[in-house]
């Protein structure tokens, strides 16, 4: 459990929550030193970022680890269409949980 003292504010999820992340992934090489994760998965955005740079870009370089974001809502990002192609991007899983992204975007 993690007590947080800034606000969230959308777009800038990265400043609230990865100094918590990066010392999560540091206690893990100290208790465990060889164990190194093959990737992580993040609650929230890679590249698919208003800024091209979300939580989990920011995770990935700060520990060195691959980082894929996997975001509940897909932010607005230019030339990037919300319409029939991403819609083909995802797949439900069941009836009680939303759809999981899966694929790239081509």
């Known amino acids: 459990m993690v007590t947080v003292s800034a606000p969230y504010l959308a777009g800038y999820l990265a400043f609230r929550e990865v100094p ?3 010392e999560a992934a540091q206690r893990l090489q100290e208790r465990e030193p060889g164990l190194r994760p093959q990737v992580l998965l993040v609650d929230g955005n ?3 970022h208003h ?3 979300g939580v989990a870009c920011h995770l990935g370089v700060l ?3 691959p980082c894929i974001g996997v975001a509940k809502n897909l932010l607005q990002v230019d030339g990037l269409a919300k319409d029939e192609q991403h819609k083909g991007q995802v ?5 009680s949980l939303p759809p999981v992204p899966v694929g790239e975007m081509e």
């Open 20 to 22: 918590f992340l990066v």
């Open 46 to 48: 890679g590249v698919l």
């Open 51 to 53: 800024r091209g740079f």
């Open 63 to 65: 520990t060195g680890l």
């Open 91 to 95: 797949r439900p899983t069941r009836a």
